[in-house]
């Protein structure tokens, strides 16, 4: 039986690393390499080892595919493919291709700043890694080899975010990757065809949520900042990198501009040139707005944002600065984030999630007196808000898509499980469509029926056409012939074809069956009496009367025989090959009704 | 366990207990328990119980009936185990009832919460734990869990499945290692009840016609026979040797991947003496059984033996040639033996597998080149080594995937069409030839290789990885092609292929794609640093546009580009190949100096990688005393110190100091011995020399950028700088410098600016210092106390325990907030 067969080893019934196994007609695809960054061991990594389990990595996976840059989906891709051994194709979009090192690096980086950071991977790794990337165009079909196909879709989300189809045959999967329903300001919202593949793997991060606008959470964030550049306070916001950093700084552009501040604005990472050709390179990638206001005024063009100095964080006076890491864990923000941490009037504006083990973490459950080292405390009097800016499809916008879609079946990940559970029945209740939600480890499978396609040979269907009725889309009907399976192939020819192609030789088939006859007359008399009986019932049939005394119609051949121990019975021997199958069930019916009494 | 975590505990558990409050962070609780592994590991778990009644008291809490999360639940068993690993905190446990209530019928496992995977696992792993000495052994038997494991094995769950194999293996060889009184008899019947349950569940799954049941099996006893090397394992196989080998009538052989790691196992194990346990013949069995697919993974394990019967070894050795034997007789252009395998009985086997279908062709194809890959470097390597046809095989390969192969026969000619722009087979070949030049061949066939690689360098066709491949395998070709003994010159046939593959390199060099640009300027620095000061090899490359192309791409879109293309001219600029003889057009025309380039790539390219290749072809200049350097290695190092210490990247910062390492060495001598035992002779050198020496460093400031990277945010920065400091110190400590008196204006001066350095303000610079100034300053210095504080993790505040409970405490109520957040 067919089947598609989902375990995920990560995002199953958790928001921590993706990694999603896929095997579709004898195909095998991992959907995402993701990260865990609250571990520091190797419980960072998706569990490989039940796939290396199945023999090398390499001959088992067919490909990998990477829905978008943010390290949760593909943080683990340099250890699996430099450090496991996984040496075949990896996909993912060109602004994934081109932002996934930076980020790959940037974490590298403050890893192994850190002590104990053993068997992590290097920047050679990255870069050969990076090597082994094919990438792909929007709306672009893929061929991974002769069968397996894929194809992307525009996810929202983040730059070059895709959902991925993945097809063989007539079956096919299509995974979301982390998506948005509802456009930003620098993105678009998700967009795919109605594609109705048998399964939709479908983030459900905010399954549970209907998402208030993020106008509102804007237009919060920037009366935050104004409120304390204003009253004289510097704003720190840490940041990873690329992605959100780029929406603030935006935001805060355009706001300054509008507003004609004049406190400094200041990026730390050195990483903003870089950052912002990208988005200059993916413009396409971007939302109508920023792409229709292009040509005038490019807004990865920053003229209030300036590269940070370290000896500026002692400048007097209100400041803003977006400083790496997100978290607040080592690095520049860490130490910005101590000197400004106990002067009431500065704030710091966390807007992402942190995982626990940070000071990014810690701040933002409350705490104000935090142990430094050698037993030293800091008073954190400054102010501390969170805003999340992560963008995900609410529970209308997972609804919506699954609408557009039209799977046979969806089935939930990146999401936690309560939520998960509210969101399959909604899907079940209201699209009648069946859900499912595995968790890590746990393997869902689903029966397919795949249609398979079959040539049919032109003789065949000559000879079809000779019978003089012509094909009628809304009439099928049946038509005879030998399903030929060769070379990966499905042929229908006809059976002289099919036997002279194979070399084999005819062999004849014949059914038969016996009908008792009350008759006392002799053999030679009963076959006479079948003989008129069927000249006169079957008038379009040629029906013939043998010197040997059997009666023939077409291929049926009647024989009359004594019965062995009734001597007023008489056996007729009915026998006909297959293609007069038909006609010989008649004649046998017709038969066992009596013949009728012949005059005496 | 310390006082503030165990006064924070008590409200940790009733947090725990308490199914309001959700946990935000799924990996609170992991490290929570990864803590009281280390208590636990470390002293009595009796004593914390006690101490820490609360923790007895979550234990109760989470079997009350109630809406508590799986994972608190998970979390609650696997804890209880961890305890009762200990015997007396077991009787302890077993004493309130707690852990027949935890594992047995009444608790989790006949509730609704035993759906949940989380749960399934935490029962597992609580178990796993637990099971460490008798007592448990007992336990294990009264609750009936035995039979629950066995269930478990075939769980929906993955993770689930897989521990509950792992149990049965630990609880089998618990109850073998035998009471204290010492282990059971070898005859099978004297086996403790519960190995008996456990060897009969295994034999009666082996029976079974179910395949998940026998993979199951087959997985346990493969892991028992892996981790257990005592005398009762032998007798486990003689008596499960039948079965394993009945499984071989059978057609198609069942859960043949899991056969052969077993039989593998076996053969690897010590406790195991093959020749009386019928292993080899169920081996040799094995292997003609397999369909040539399964049965490569299980000849390279055979052939990897280093005991095994010769006639095994050359069954398996060719089950692996087998394929390869077929695709030389399916291209060979006349009739006669391709050399690999005489006897072709299994050639039908193999053709059926190849020939019909691209995809088992593939990945037949691919399997057998890889396991002849890791086979080749091994000593146990067949011999003689079949390396004549090997080479023809894999050159055969790449010519049917690149187009070039023109095979007579029909087979040969279906093989291509099969194999034509195959991108999977291309990469294993391409790494299996590169590997073959570890041994050398007839030169005709070395001719044919360096053929083939030229014709996948010039292909339009080839992709990245492919090309990537062939530039390595081209490499590893080179470096073996025939020479003069002890003369590492490329011979002269090798040196007429440079001439046709420099054209090609310099195309490579200009294709649109980065990752190719890459490749190649990887491949030439390796030929340059291998070869560079050959004159053959100078001659052509300085032929060539090559030096040219490569200086161009210092300049590249791509900064990994950039960066190899840094890597690149330094190597060839330390060979003397990167500066071509003046042009004729131009005269005495201005040619900027590659070493203004460096410093401009270093001073202003935007990204880290080729500012820390500039770094490290710097290091590696002044270490070779470059000629650039040697002019002026005083101004050389200034410069490059002075920018390196702005850089925003840390690794750039850090690569400034390994080069401020260099020329201190340099300036000062090699390092003393770092041994304590080393008998070093007291020689008092006289301190004006050691000032004087001094000056070469103050007048680069390389104390300047010392001083302030020993005070940067990044640790490795300030631990690598610690380190060259306490060098220096050290070699203060072998001159009599140590007792000159300190305290002078100065000497307090630079002080306050390195305590307002350590303070984060680092504008103010330190200005010209003089050698007794920074001696009186590095003797006051506690460099010993700040490199252990730098040998702490940045983080390791916040990682700590009591870190942890804070955390979870703190999230406790703020959870609507920010509800489940992430990217």
């Known amino acids: 039986m067919p089947e598609i067969r989902v375990t995920p080893l990560g995002a199953g019934q958790d928001v921590g690393r993706s990694c999603i196994l896929v095997s579709i007609a004898g195909k095998n695809v991992m959907l995402d390499c993701g990260m865990h960054m609250g571990f520091n061991d190797d419980r960072r990594f998706p569990d490989f080892s039940y796939i290396t389990r199945s023999g090398r990595l390499t001959d088992f996976l067919d490909c990998v595919i990477i829905s978008h840059f943010h390290l949760d989906h593909c943080g683990a891709l340099p250890y699996f493919s430099e450090m496991v051994g996984y040496d075949g194709p990896i996909y993912m979009t060109h602004p994934t291709q081109a932002i996934c090192p930076i980020l790959l690096e940037d974490y590298r980086k403050i890893a192994v700043d850190k002590k104990g950071e053993a068997n992590f991977f290097t920047s050679q790794m990255i870069k050969d890694c990076m090597k082994k990337v094919v990438a792909v165009h929007l709306h672009q079909t893929v061929q991974v080899d002769d069968e397996l196909e894929i194809k992307a879709y525009y996810a929202g989300h983040v730059l070059g975010a895709a959902m991925f189809q993945i097809k063989v045959g007539s079956e096919s999967v299509v995974y979301t990757g982390d998506?948005?329903?509802?456009?930003?300001?620098?993105?678009?919202?998700?967009?795919?065809?109605?594609?109705?593949?048998?399964?939709?793997?479908?983030?459900?991060?905010?399954?549970?949520?209907?998402?208030?606008?993020?106008?509102?959470?804007?237009?919060?964030?920037?009366?935050?900042?104004?409120?304390?550049?204003?009253?004289?306070?510097?704003?720190l916001i840490p940041v990873f990198a690329l992605g959100r950093a780029q929406e603030l700084c935006i935001l805060l552009e355009t706001f300054w501009e509008r507003m004609n501040l004049k406190a400094p604005i200041y990026f730390s990472t050195g990483l903003t040139e870089k950052a912002n050709h990208y988005y200059k390179l993916f413009i396409t990638w971007t939302n109508q707005k920023i792409r229709k206001t292009f040509v005038q005024r490019n807004m990865f063009e920053f003229k209030h944002i300036k590269a940070f100095d370290r000896a500026f964080a002692d400048n007097p006076g209100p400041m803003v600065v977006f400083a790496t890491p997100g978290m607040l864990h080592a690095g520049q923000s860490l130490q910005i984030f101590r000197k400004w941490a106990g002067n009431e009037k500065n704030m710091v504006i966390m807007p992402g999630y942190c995982v626990q083990g940070t000071v990014g973490h810690k701040i933002l459950s409350g705490q104000r007196k935090l142990e430094m080292e050698g037993r030293q405390v800091l008073e954190v009097k400054m102010q501390v808000e969170y805003m999340s800016f992560s963008a995900h499809a609410d529970a209308k916008g997972i609804m919506q898509l699954v609408g557009q879609v039209e799977p046979e079946g969806v089935l939930l990940v990146h999401g936690e499980a309560k939520k998960m559970e509210f969101l399959k029945q909604k899907i079940e209740q209201e699209l009648r469509v069946s859900c499912y939600m595995p968790a890590n480890g746990e393997t869902v499978t689903l029966p397919t029926s795949p249609s398979i396609p079959v040539g049919i040979s032109l003789g065949l269907l000559k000879r079809e056409m000779a019978q003089g009725l012509l094909p009628d889309a809304k009439k099928p009907r049946l038509l005879h012939g030998t399903l030929i399976m060769k070379d990966s192939n499905f042929r229908l020819v006809s059976s002289e074809q099919a036997l002279k192609e194979l070399g084999l030789a005819e062999h004849q088939l014949r059914f038969t069956c016996r009908v008792h006859l009350h008759d006392p007359r002799k053999e030679q008399e009963t076959a006479l009496r079948v003989y008129s009986h069927l000249k006169s019932v079957l008038k379009d049939h040629c029906v013939q009367h043998l010197p040997d005394g059997s009666v023939t119609v077409e291929s049926i051949l009647i024989q009359a025989a004594a019965h062995s121990e009734d001597p007023g019975t008489k056996v007729l021997l009915v026998s006909w090959t297959y293609q007069d199958e038909e006609l010989g069930s008649y004649l046998t019916s017709l038969l066992k009704k009596g013949l009728p009494q012949a005059p005496s | 366990m310390d006082p503030e975590c165990s006064q924070l505990l008590p409200a940790l558990c009733a947090v725990l207990a308490d199914p309001r409050q959700p946990m935000a962070d799924d990996t609170c609780l992991e490290k929570l328990l990864d803590w009281f592994k280390t208590i636990t590991e470390a002293g009595s778990s009796l004593l914390l119980l006690q101490e820490n009644p609360c923790l007895v008291e979550l234990l109760c809490h989470v079997l009350k009936p109630q809406d508590l999360s799986s994972r608190v639940l998970s979390f609650s068993l696997r804890l209880t185990g961890v305890f009762a690993a200990q015997e007396d905190c077991f009787q302890y446990l077993q004493q309130g009832e707690l852990l027949p209530r935890?594992?047995?019928?009444?608790?989790?496992?006949?509730?609704?919460?035993?759906?949940?995977?989380?749960?399934?696992?935490?029962?597992?792993?609580?178990?796993?734990?637990?099971?460490?000495?008798?007592?448990?052994?007992?336990?294990?038997?009264?609750?009936?869990?035995?039979?629950?494991?066995?269930?478990?094995?075939?769980?929906?769950?993955?993770?689930?499945?897989?521990?509950?194999?792992?149990?049965?293996?630990?609880?089998?060889?618990?109850?073998?290692?035998?009471?204290?009184?010492?282990?059971?008899?070898?005859?099978?019947?004297?086996?403790?009840?519960?190995?008996?349950?456990?060897?009969?569940?295994?034999?009666?799954?082996?029976?079974?016609?179910?395949?998940?049941?026998?993979?199951?099996?087959?997985?346990?006893?493969?892991?028992?026979?892996?981790?257990?090397?005592?005398?009762?394992?032998?007798?486990?196989?003689?008596?499960?040797?039948?079965?394993?080998?009945?499984?071989?009538?059978?057609?198609?052989?069942?859960?043949?991947?899991?056969?052969?790691?077993?039989?593998?196992?076996?053969?690897?194990?010590?406790?195991?003496?093959?020749?009386?346990?019928?292993?080899?013949?169920?081996?040799?069995?094995?292997?003609?059984?397999?369909?040539?697919?399964?049965?490569?993974?299980?000849?390279?394990?055979?052939?990897?033996?280093?005991?095994?019967?010769?006639?095994?070894?050359?069954?398996?050795?060719?089950?692996?040639?087998?394929?390869?034997?077929?695709?030389?007789?399916?291209?060979?252009?006349?009739?006669?033996?391709?050399?690999?395998?005489?006897?072709?009985?299994?050639?039908?086997?193999?053709?059926?597998?190849?020939?019909?279908?691209?995809?088992?062709?593939?990945?037949?194809?691919?399997?057998?080149?890889?396991?002849?890959?890791?086979?080749?470097?091994?000593?146990?390597?067949?011999?003689?080594?079949?390396?004549?046809?090997?080479?023809?095989?894999?050159?055969?390969?790449?010519?049917?995937?690149?187009?070039?192969?023109?095979?007579?026969?029909?087979?040969?000619?279906?093989?291509?069409?099969?194999?034509?722009?195959?991108?999977?087979?291309?990469?294993?070949?391409?790494?299996?030839?590169?590997?073959?030049?570890?041994?050398?061949?007839?030169?005709?066939?070395?001719?044919?290789?360096?053929?083939?690689?030229?014709?996948?360098?010039?292909?339009?066709?080839?992709?990245?990885?492919?090309?990537?491949k062939a530039f390595q395998a081209t490499f590893r070709w080179?470096?073996?092609?025939?020479?003069?003994?002890?003369?590492?010159?490329?011979?002269?046939?090798?040196?007429?292929?440079?001439?046709?593959?420099?054209?090609?390199?310099?195309?490579?060099?200009?294709?649109?794609?980065?990752?190719?640009?890459?490749?190649?300027?990887?491949?030439?620095?390796?030929?340059?640093?291998?070869?560079?000061?050959?004159?053959?090899?100078?001659?052509?490359?300085?032929?060539?546009?090559?030096?040219?192309?490569?200086?161009?791409?210092?300049?590249?879109?791509?900064?990994?580009?950039?960066?190899?293309?840094?890597?690149?001219?330094?190597?060839?600029?330390?060979?003397?190949?990167?500066?071509?003889?003046?042009?004729?057009?131009?005269?005495?025309?201005?040619?900027?100096?590659?070493?203004?380039?460096?410093?401009?790539?270093?001073?202003?390219?935007?990204?880290?990688?080729?500012?820390?290749?500039?770094?490290?072809?710097?290091?590696?200049?002044?270490?070779?005393s470059h000629a650039d350097v040697v002019g002026d290695t005083e101004q050389f190092v200034a410069g490059v110190l002075q920018v390196a210490g702005q850089d925003l990247d840390w690794e750039v910062r850090a690569q400034g100091l390994e080069l401020a390492l260099v020329f201190l060495e340099q300036t000062l001598g090699p390092p003393r011995s770092h041994c304590p035992y080393a008998v070093t002779p007291p020689v008092a050198a006289p301190a004006s020399p050691l000032t004087q020496a001094l000056q070469p460093l103050?007048?680069?400031?390389?104390?300047?950028?010392?001083?302030?990277?020993?005070?940067?945010?990044?640790?490795?920065?300030?631990?690598?700088?610690?380190?060259?400091?306490?060098?220096?110190?050290?070699?203060?400590?072998?001159s009599s410098s140590l007792q000159e008196p300190r305290s002078s204006p100065d000497v307090a001066s630079v002080e306050a600016a390195l305590q307002r350095w350590r303070a984060g303000d680092q504008a103010q610079p330190l200005g010209d210092l003089e050698p007794e100034v920074v001696l009186a300053v590095l003797r006051s210095m506690d460099l010993e106390g700040l490199r252990g504080a730098l040998a702490e993790s940045s983080d390791h505040v916040e990682k700590s325990p009591q870190s942890l409970l804070q955390d979870m405490l703190a999230t406790v109520g703020i959870l609507g907030e920010n509800e489940a957040d992430c990217y």
């Open chain 2, 102 to 468: 935890l594992f047995g019928e009444a608790g989790p496992l006949g509730g609704a919460a035993w759906t949940a995977p989380t749960v399934r696992s935490g029962w597992i792993q609580g178990l796993r734990s637990l099971a460490q000495h008798p007592s448990a052994l007992h336990f294990l038997a009264d609750c009936g869990a035995v039979d629950t494991i066995f269930s478990l094995q075939g769980d929906s769950s993955l993770f689930v499945a897989s521990a509950a194999g792992q149990l049965l293996v630990h609880i089998l060889s618990l109850s073998m290692r035998g009471p204290a009184e010492g282990p059971p008899g070898l005859q099978a019947d004297d086996w403790p009840a519960c190995a008996q349950k456990i060897v009969g569940h295994i034999e009666e799954s082996l029976r079974s016609t179910a395949a998940p049941q026998i993979t199951q099996a087959l997985n346990v006893l493969t892991t028992t026979f892996g981790h257990c090397h005592d005398p009762w394992t032998q007798v486990l196989w003689v008596q499960l040797h039948p079965l394993v080998a009945a499984l071989l009538e059978k057609d198609p052989v069942p859960a043949a991947h899991s056969l052969v790691d077993l039989l593998l196992s076996v053969a690897r194990s010590p406790g195991l003496s093959s020749s009386s346990c019928g292993l080899w013949e169920t081996l040799a069995q094995t292997l003609s059984h397999l369909s040539p697919t399964q049965a490569g993974l299980l000849a390279l394990g055979i052939l990897k033996l280093q005991d095994c019967p010769q006639a095994l070894r050359a069954q398996a050795f060719a089950v692996l040639l087998q394929p390869l034997a077929c695709v030389l007789k399916a291209t060979a252009q006349g009739p006669g033996p391709s050399g690999l395998l005489d006897s072709t009985s299994a050639d039908s086997v193999t053709a059926d597998i190849l020939l019909p279908s691209k995809a088992a062709c593939v990945g037949l194809l691919c399997r057998t080149l890889a396991h002849l890959e890791l086979l080749l470097p091994l000593p146990q390597r067949p011999c003689p080594w079949p390396q004549a046809p090997l080479l023809g095989a894999a050159v055969t390969l790449l010519q049917l995937c690149g187009g070039s192969g023109s095979p007579a026969s029909d087979e040969g000619r279906q093989l291509c069409t099969l194999l034509l722009g195959c991108v999977r087979v291309q990469r294993a070949a391409l790494d299996f030839l590169g590997t073959l030049s570890q041994e050398t061949g007839p030169p005709e066939l070395v001719t044919q290789v360096f053929a083939v690689l030229l014709e996948y360098l010039r292909s339009p066709d080839s992709s990245p990885t492919v090309l990537k």
């Open chain 2, 478 to 624: 080179l470096l073996s092609s025939p020479r003069t003994p002890g003369c590492s010159d490329l011979d002269s046939h090798a040196l007429l292929f440079l001439r046709e593959l420099l054209p090609v390199l310099q195309k490579r060099l200009c294709s649109p794609c980065w990752e190719v640009r890459d490749s190649g300027l990887e491949f030439l620095t390796q030929m340059t640093r291998r070869w560079g000061g050959q004159a053959g090899f100078r001659h052509a490359l300085l032929a060539s546009e090559v030096p040219r192309l490569t200086e161009q791409l210092l300049r590249d879109p791509e900064s990994y580009v950039r960066a190899s293309a840094v890597t690149a001219m330094g190597q060839l600029s330390s060979q003397g190949l990167c500066v071509p003889p003046a042009s004729p057009e131009h005269p005495g025309g201005q040619q900027k100096s590659l070493l203004g380039e460096l410093l401009h790539i270093l001073s202003t390219d935007s990204e880290g990688f080729p500012r820390r290749a500039v770094m490290q072809v710097f290091t590696q200049w002044l270490r070779d």
């Open chain 1, 179 to 235: 998506y948005n329903m509802t456009p930003d300001r620098h993105l678009g919202a998700a967009w795919i065809d109605r594609c109705r593949p048998n399964l939709l793997i479908t983030e459900s991060t905010y399954a549970t949520t209907i998402r208030d606008s993020k106008r509102c959470r804007e237009r919060d964030f920037l009366k935050k900042v104004h409120e304390a550049v204003e009253r004289g306070g510097k704003v």
């Open chain 2, 698 to 734: 103050c007048r680069v400031r390389l104390f300047e950028f010392a001083f302030r990277a020993l005070f940067d945010c990044d640790r490795p920065v300030a631990q690598k700088s610690c380190d060259l400091l306490l060098l220096l110190r050290a070699k203060m400590a072998s």
